[in-house]
């Protein structure tokens, strides 16, 4: 699984929230009893928790005032390893691709770029994290250069139209703002589909991928406030609520997608998903529905372009 996105859109504090919220499926507190534990390797455990502890001192910055970035940037391309656990016995490896944005910009030849490259090319889900207030509110340039649709477009285009099935995911952070009622969220929704309108066209034309709309709150306590100017330069001005809680929401939704996905593909097409999907050759039944399950707890809510056949339930 890869990510793609430019500098400072969320990549690295998806995947953190996403650690957490998953790797506590078999708490007491949590309802989804699975019997599944999302088991990080062991750099892959000290980045992401780090990280998460980070994002979590959120919580002590006055309220009202500016909040400053809490993570530093990822640099250069860095495997983030899972295993998907079921009862104390490994069952799945997942592999997410983490990188340093600025490298969806570079040129051919640059060794971080042409690394990037091979890898998009390998990868089954692509999850393009989109940085919601820009799109809401930035304008034309302030947008383009937060999120570079163009660019994105650019790479993924070639991928996404080899005969191989693919799950898109465009994954929405920082829009805390819009997701309080239904007319705000149909407001981020439009400005997306504004700026993404060139491949969404495309989309429609190709029968092997199946994209997916996800919005997320990761930090869920800081709200897109305005956007002050010095000089040329534009920022994006984020302000920590009072009476909210540091409470990621929906960051699971983007692996839950992923492995509905999967499970669809492999009894579609075998042979292309051997190796992805090794879980394949487990005769455990009740891993398999473990697994269906996990699947089946994905919200229903979020818009689903291209071949929605692709991700269609799978029971
Ligand atoms: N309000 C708000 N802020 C967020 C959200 N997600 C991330 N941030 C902020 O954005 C900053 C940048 O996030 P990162 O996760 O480091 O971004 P990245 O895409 O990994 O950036 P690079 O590694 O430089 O490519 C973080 O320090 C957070 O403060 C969100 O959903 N809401
Ligand atoms: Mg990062």
Redesign the pocket.
């Given at each position: 699984m890869m990510m793609v996105?430019?500098?400072?859109?969320?990549?690295?504090?998806?995947l953190a929230t996403m650690y957490h919220e998953l790797s506590n499926l078999e708490d007491d507190d949590n309802d989804d009893q699975s019997g599944f534990e999302l088991v990080a390797s062991q750099d892959t455990h000290h980045d992401l928790q780090e990280a998460y502890q980070k994002?979590t001192t959120i919580v002590t910055q006055p309220t009202f005032t500016p909040?400053g970035?809490?993570?530093k940037?990822?640099a250069g391309l860095i495997e983030r390893q899972f295993e998907m656990v079921f009862k104390g016995k490994k069952e799945l490896d997942l592999v997410f691709c983490?990188?340093?944005?600025?490298i969806i910009q570079a040129n051919e030849g640059n060794r971080d770029f042409d690394e990037f490259k091979t890898r998009l090319e390998q990868a089954v889900v692509i999850i393009n994290?989109i940085d919601g207030s820009a799109l809401v509110e930035g304008n034309d340039s302030l947008s383009a250069k937060k999120n570079n649709p163009r660019q994105i477009e650019k790479l993924l285009q070639p991928i996404l139209t080899n005969p191989q099935n693919h799950l898109l995911l465009f994954v929405i952070?920082?829009?805390?703002a819009w997701l309080k009622n239904e007319k705000t969220q149909t407001l981020l929704e439009r400005a997306f589909e504004k700026q993404y309108e060139m491949m969404l066209k495309w989309l429609k034309h190709v029968e092997n991928v199946v994209a997916v709309l996800i919005p997320?709150?990761?930090?869920g306590c800081?709200?897109?406030t305005r956007i002050d100017s010095h000089g040329d330069e534009q920022e994006m001005v984020?302000i920590r609520k009072p009476n909210l809680r540091f409470c990621p929401e929906n960051t699971d939704q983007p692996l839950r997608y992923a492995l509905a996905f999967a499970l669809l593909q492999h009894n579609q097409n075998r042979s292309q998903w051997n190796q992805f999907v090794r879980w394949i050759f487990n005769e455990d039944v009740a891993f398999q529905k473990a697994l269906t399950e996990f699947a089946q707890g994905r919200s229903q809510t979020f818009k689903i372009y291209g071949n929605s056949s692709l991700i269609e339930v799978t029971k």
């Open positions: 996105g430019p500098d400072g859109v969320g990549k690295t504090t998806l994002l909040t970035p809490l993570l940037g990822t983490d990188i340093a944005g600025g994290v952070t920082k829009c805390e997320v709150k990761t930090l800081v709200e897109f984020f």
